[in-house]
């Protein structure tokens, strides 16, 4: 059965100290892996899509990275502002579009 | 200005009634979703869409149907026999081209059983 599990379920930082969120996938014919944002009330906001082994990409203090059972989400040196739940989705392939999700990780960064 | 338009962003619906969330997007993406959300339980699928007039069930699909009979719109109908109705209704779409993949999100409808 394809499953998406993400680590921790939440992570309190103080402003400044560095973390990695984890979501790992046990789906078939992966077709992208995406990492969202959401404030309380709001919809996702859509931040990375990831597509192959090693792949990188970044945006401010945030860096993505994928395996292929999982994916990082880095963030340096946080702020108050980035405080938020962080989802992780995979898109499965063949034919299907199927988009599943993590449970999310509730991150609260302090002063 | 383009994107994804849920409406109402809240509704309250009587027990035993039929409710109807709408979910319009200008954005030309051939694939569209509905999601439920429930605190601690991340986003459950309950029906998608790739093309028009088409449609196959998620992972939680008894007592909600959907219609697709046009690419912009992906109405999602909360029938009576949905048990637990009252949680946060999302809507996506997804734009596929070659490398680059991305899926939006709608701001949601938060249905309340009164």
């Known amino acids: 059965e394809d499953q998406v599990t993400q680590s921790p379920e939440a992570l309190r930082l103080q402003e400044g100290e560095s973390s990695s969120l984890n979501c790992s996938y046990t789906?078939?014919?992966?077709?992208?892996l995406f990492w969202y944002r959401q404030d309380p009330g709001k919809g996702p906001e859509f931040l990375f899509t990831l597509y192959s082994a090693g792949e990188e990409k970044e945006k401010e203090r945030l860096k993505a990275t994928l395996t292929k059972k999982e994916s990082f989400l880095h963030i340096t040196a946080p702020k108050p502002e980035d405080s938020a739940t962080y989802l992780c989705a995979v898109l499965m392939g063949g034919g299907g579009n199927k988009l599943t999700f993590g449970t999310g990780t509730q991150l609260k960064v302090e002063l | 200005d383009g994107g994804i338009t849920q409406s109402p962003k809240y509704l309250f619906r009587k027990e035993g009634q039929n409710v109807t969330l709408s979910c319009e997007q200008n954005?030309?993406?051939?694939?569209m979703y509905w999601y439920r959300q429930d605190p601690g339980q991340g986003l459950r699928l309950i029906y998608y869409?790739?093309?028009?007039?088409?449609?196959q069930k998620g992972d939680i699909a008894e007592g909600y149907s959907v219609s697709r009979e046009k690419k912009e719109s992906f109405p999602l109908t909360v029938t009576s026999a949905q048990k637990n109705p009252t949680a946060f209704y999302l809507c996506a779409s997804i734009l596929s081209t070659g490398a680059n993949t991305e899926a939006f999100f709608g701001q949601g409808t938060r249905l309340t059983v009164v």
């Open positions: 869409s790739q093309i028009v007039n088409d449609f």
């Open positions: 789906v078939s014919g992966l077709r992208g």
């Open positions: 954005l030309n993406h051939d694939a």
